[in-house]
C-alpha cells in the first residue's frame, strides 16, 4: 500500500484493502486484444451499473508440483530455458543454498517503518532488535541488489534509495532516485527497474551507479509489484488502484504490450470497492469502476504461472504464464497481500493482511491446503522465509511488530515491536544466484 493512505489506515482500524507472483515460457509479444470471462483484455472499464455482470472465473482443479533449475547465476553463461513440466524456478534457493557473496552477510531482518521513517535491524537468532537507524520519508521495501553486494532502503517521498552494508548491516549515504516505491532487476543483471508509482511510470537504470536510461510509462495507476517468466523474457506487474496488470517485453523494456484487466471477471466472496472505500486507507485511492486491487506477483515454481494476489478480491488470481490469460481464481483471505515459495518448493504462503493469517497454497496454486489465523488485530503484510525454510517472517502493517511464524505448524513463534508502519521486511541472507528485487525474489 501506500503514502497518506498508509496513515488512514493506521488510525482507523484499516480493514479492507491496500498494496504492495509467477511466470514461465512466453511465445511473441502479444498483442491487446479484448476478451471476455478469464482471457486476456484489454484496458476496458469495468461493467457499468445496469449491464450484465461480468464473466465467472474458472475454479481451481487440484493438482501437484514439479521440478529443476533455470536461470543464469551471476558470473556464468547461457539463456535460461522456457518452462517445462519439470521446470523448478525456485530450484537454487532451497534451504542453506547460500552463494559465496550471501553466505558472508551478517544474519538479519531488515524492516522498513514507512510512519516513523526508520529501519529496525532484527537478530534472527534472538529474535531481538539490536538496532535502528533513521531514513528518508516514507521507506517502503529492503531490496537486495541483483549481484547481493548491496541492500537498498527504498525511501519513497525522499527521492532516494540509501545503501545497506549486508556484512555489517550498516547504511551509507542516500543515492539520489526518483520515487522508488519498489525496486526490481532484470533476470540478466544489466538494468534496475525502479517502479516510479507517483510518478506512474517504470524508471530503467544503471543497476550499479543508477543512472536513468530510460522510462517506460504505464497506462495505469499504482504500479508496484511485479515477477518475470521462467525464460526472463517478459515481466508482469501490477497496478493496484486501477486493477490491471501489466505484460512488458524485457527485451528493450520500452514499451507495454498487453494489459490484463481484471475488474471485469467476477470472483466470489470479493469486497465491495464501495464498502472497502468508506472504511479509508488505500482503497480511496482506486479508480472509479475499478473492482480489484492487485498486489504481490509470483512465479509458481513449474514456470507455468503467475500468482497475484488481491487486496479486494481477499485472494489470488492466477495468469497462464504463456498466454496471459486468468486461467483461475482461488479466495484466501481479506486483503490478500504478499506471495513467499516455500523453501522446498511445494507450497506457496499468501499473507491475508486484513483478515490476519497465512494460506497456505500447494505449489502450482491449484488449491489451498490450510489457512493459519494469526493474532486478533494481526495485519501480515510483507516478508519472507528464512534460510533453512522453517519460519515465515512478516511485518504487521497496522499493529508496529513483526510476527516469526513456524512453516510447518502455522504457530506464532514471536512477535517483536519494531517502529510505525512496518512494510517491506527482508530476511537476509537469503539463498539464491541473484536477486529479482522486491523482499527478496531470489533464483
Known sequence: MNRGALLLGLGLGLAAAGCSGAAGSAGPPPSVTPSTGAGPVSASPAHPAGSPG????????????????????????????????????????????????????????????????????????????????????????????????????????????????????????????????????????????????????????????????????????????????????????????????????????????????????????????????????PATLIDPGASAMPQDVRTTPDGTSFVVADMLRNGVWVIDAHSFRVTRFLPTGKGAHGIYPSRDGTRLFVSNRDGGSVSVLDATADRILTTWPLASGASPDMGGVSVDGTRLWLSGRYDSEVYVIDTTSGRTIATIPVGQGPHGLLVWPQPGRYSLGHTGNMR
Not at 100 to 126: E, G, H, Q
Not at 189 to 209: N, Y
Request: proline share 11%; aromatic share 4%.
Open 54 to 281: 461480468p464473466a465467472d472465473v474458472p475454479t481451481a482443479p487440484t493438482g501437484s508440483p514439479s521440478a529443476a533449475p533455470t536461470g543464469t547465476p551471476p558470473g556464468a553463461t547461457g539463456t535460461p530455458s522456457a518452462a517445462t513440466g519439470t521446470t523448478n524456478v525456485y530450484a537454487r534457493t532451497r534451504a542453506g543454498d547460500l552463494s559465496p557473496v550471501a553466505a558472508a552477510a551478517r544474519p538479519l531482518v531488515y524492516v522498513p517503518n514507512s510512519v516513523s521513517n526508520t529501519v529496525s535491524v532484527i537478530d534472527p537468532a534472538t529474535l531481538k532488535v539490536v538496532s535502528r537507524f533513521r531514513v528518508g520519508r516514507e521507506p517502503q521495501h529492503v531490496v537486495p541488489s541483483w549481484d547481493l553486494k548491496t541492500l537498498f532502503v527504498n525511501d519513497d517521498q525522499s527521492n532516494d534509495l540509501v545503501p545497506v552494508d549486508p556484512l555489517t548491516g550498516r547504511r551509507g549515504p542516500a543515492v539520489p532516485v526518483a520515487d522508488p516505491y519498489n525496486l526490481y532487476f532484470t533476470p540478466d543483471g544489466a538494468h534496475a527497474l525502479v517502479m516510479a508509482e507517483r510518478l506512474r511510470r517504470i524508471d530503467v537504470r544503471d543497476p550499479h551507479t543508477m543512472r536513468l536510461q530510460r522510462s517506460i510509462a504505464v497506462p495505469c495507476r499504482g504500479v508496484n509489484h511485479a515477477d518475470f517468466t521462467a525464460d526472463g523474457r517478459f515481466m508482469v506487474a501490477s497496478c493496484e488502484y486501477s486493477g490491471k496488470l501489466l505484460v512488458i517485453p524485457v527485451a528493450g523494456l520500452d514499451r507495454v504490450v498487453r494489459v490484463i484487466d481484471l475488474n471485469g471477471v467476477r470472483t466470489p466472496g470479493a469486497t465491495s470497492p464501495m464498502a472497502a472505500m468508506s472504511m479509508g486507507g
